[in-house]
């Protein structure tokens, strides 16, 4: 197939993701992480500032989406923001995914390998959560510094420039968003400049790098103050010091992944993968292996669903990073035997992998099962597509019909993506099938959903709806941050995400003292009560024991009962008196 024609069964395809996209955009709701990131950003929008109102540094991320929020909430209301949201992530990632398309173009890999190594890095996200956040800020980022600075490296060199300015503005960016993997996206742009320097071209990338960190730097250190930062640094850490040390979360998840690895239900995949990546093994074979490893991940990941319930490879950025880890042998052994010219895009993608990812995995209370990587996987996913399908088109079976082993890799690895996409959804909406429309209106509508996370989106939009009246500010206790959406309610609390943080509470009642900001409105999710009722956690709790004189108990005691799960949860409601 030629390039021309291939290039246009790339734009048909592209177009068929962008129509499957739409639909994924519409499935699955939740009141928690998939709302949490909007409530993030409304809350910017609002007018609140970064550290020194909202102590949460995974705000920085939706702070890029908060101006579409106060657009959008200043033309529309809250109706539709959610999903809206979730378009304007997919419009941003579109842009990125044909610059990026462009980038490995101008690099020298062909059309349909290009199409599916993006198709891998860009459907995939964090917690199949959708929308401008702090995981997706430096996926992005990392797909734009992946693809453009192979193309500065490996391109034409007067147009390197054209490629490297974006690079030094979304590093940056990404960086702030997720600061567990700056590090690793500091070497990132030393490896860059190194790469360039080379050849000459470095030059656009230093002053880009130079411009947005100190605009960066303007911002957070002359708006916000340091003390602001490290206070909020302090609180986070104070808070999750209890759940478990950076290193118990990085020896359980490292843990996790080899007993992965080793399951009954991944040897399959893992016997596949052996077969492709063992340079003995007949050309043919390999091939095959290659061709159909993500055929036989994606079923067993679906039959785990079935045998387990719930498993660590149900969300899809866990499969991209097993597909890493398989795959990446080959990956090696090709561009090191057959094809130096992907060097450079190894070099660019290792530090993320290498440095990135046992940070995140660190500073990360989600563990393993909720495909949590991409951001720091993404970047090497790429670099292994491209190997591995160049792999597929060099060594095919048989001069006549490579063409044809690279056509079967493409629709085995993007079909199978897109299913596994589909299986599930975040929390307990079930399959896509089951689905049903989320309460209309407001910022669910135009989602599906189902499962006990309807239940609970309507149990939670009645009561919102009931108590909480336009123009009043709100206080959420628990994990129910969906809740800010329904009204658009001022978020009067330090943090959007507030929990029973033990004594570290009082840093919440500091944060009232001294801004002098009672909610009208607090929410208990009655998940957060401990067994022996509320009135005796109240007196426990440093934030409620501060609050409680000031307001009276209106509703939704009824709904406590001890152990429950937080979509099962009520909400005992607290006006001010």
Not at 210 to 232: D, E, M, P, Q, R
Not at 364 to 369: I, L, N, Q
Not at 458 to 480: C, F, H, I, N
Request: charged share 15%.
């Amino acid at each position: 197939m030629s390039e021309a024609r291939e290039s246009r069964v790339v734009a048909l395809s592209a177009l068929a993701l962008l129509c499957w996209m739409v639909v994924r955009l519409v499935s699955g709701a939740d009141l928690y992480d998939g709302s949490h990131i909007v409530a993030l950003a409304q809350r910017i929008a609002q007018g609140d500032l970064l550290f020194v109102d909202e102590m949460n540094a995974q705000a920085v991320g939706s702070a890029f989406g908060a101006p579409f929020v106060w657009v959008w909430t200043h033309l529309f209301g809250q109706n539709f923001l959610v999903l809206a949201y979730r378009w304007f992530y997919l419009l941003v990632a579109a842009g990125v995914g044909l610059f990026s398309y462009r980038a490995l173009r101008a690099g020298g890999i062909r059309p349909l390998i290009a199409f599916t190594a993006l198709a891998w890095a860009l459907v995939i996200t964090s917690y199949h959560v959708w929308g401008i956040s702090y995981n997706t800020v430096p996926t992005l980022a990392m797909v734009l510094a992946t693809c453009c600075g192979y193309a500065a490296v490996r391109g034409p060199r007067e147009r390197a420039a054209r490629w490297l300015v974006p690079v030094g503005v979304a590093l940056p960016c990404g960086a702030i968003s997720l600061q567990s993997l700056a590090p690793s996206m500091v070497v990132t742009a030393m490896v860059l400049l190194v790469l360039t320097w080379r050849r000459g071209v470095w030059l656009p990338l230093l002053v880009s790098l130079a411009v947005t960190s100190a605009v960066i730097l303007s911002y957070f250190l002359g708006v916000i103050g340091w003390s602001a930062i490290k206070a909020t640094i302090d609180y986070t850490v104070d808070y999750q010091a209890p759940r478990s040390t950076p290193g118990e979360r990085l020896s359980f998840t490292t843990v996790s992944w080899l007993y992965e690895l080793i399951r009954p239900v991944r040897l399959p995949a893992v016997l596949v993968a052996l077969v492709a990546v063992v340079p003995v093994v007949p050309r043919a074979w390999r091939v095959r292996a290659a061709v159909w490893f993500p055929v036989v991940l994606g079923l067993t990941s679906l039959l785990a669903l079935q045998v387990d319930g719930i498993n660590w490879m149900r969300y899809g950025g866990s499969i991209q990073l097993y597909t890493v880890w398989c795959l990446l042998p080959l990956a090696l052994w090709w561009t090191w035997r057959h094809d130096r010219a992907l060097a450079p895009l190894l070099l660019i993608a290792a530090p993320t992998v290498v440095l990135g990812l046992p940070m995140v995995a660190a500073t990360t209370y989600a563990g393993p099962w909720y495909g949590e990587f991409p951001p720091a996987s993404v970047a090497m996913s790429i670099a292994v597509s491209v190997a591995v399908l160049r792999f597929v088109a060099a060594q095919g079976l048989g001069a006549k019909v490579r063409a044809g082993s690279l056509r079967l890799a493409v629709i085995a690895s993007v079909g199978v993506l897109l299913i596994t996409q589909l299986a599930t959804n975040f929390y307990g909406n079930g399959a896509f099938v089951s689905l049903v429309p989320a309460p209309s209106p407001g910022p669910y509508a135009g989602l599906l959903s189902g499962g006990r996370e309807l239940w609970h989106l309507r149990e939670v939009d009645q009561t919102v709806r009931q108590w909480v009246k336009p123009g009043q500010s709100l206080m959420v206790y628990g994990a129910v941050t969906g809740a800010f959406l329904i009204t658009g309610a001022r978020a009067d609390t330090n943090i959007v995400w507030l929990e029973d943080f033990a004594d570290i509470g009082q840093v919440s009642v500091d944060w009232y003292r001294r801004t002098d900001r009672l909610p009208d409105v607090i929410l208990v999710s009655t998940d957060a009560v401990q067994g022996d009722g509320f009135e005796a956690f109240a007196r426990r709790d440093p934030v409620l024991s501060y609050l409680l004189p000031h307001y009276r108990r209106a509703a939704g005691l009824e709904t406590f009962a001890p152990g429950q799960y937080r979509s099962q949860a009520g909400l005992i409601v607290l006006v001010k008196q």
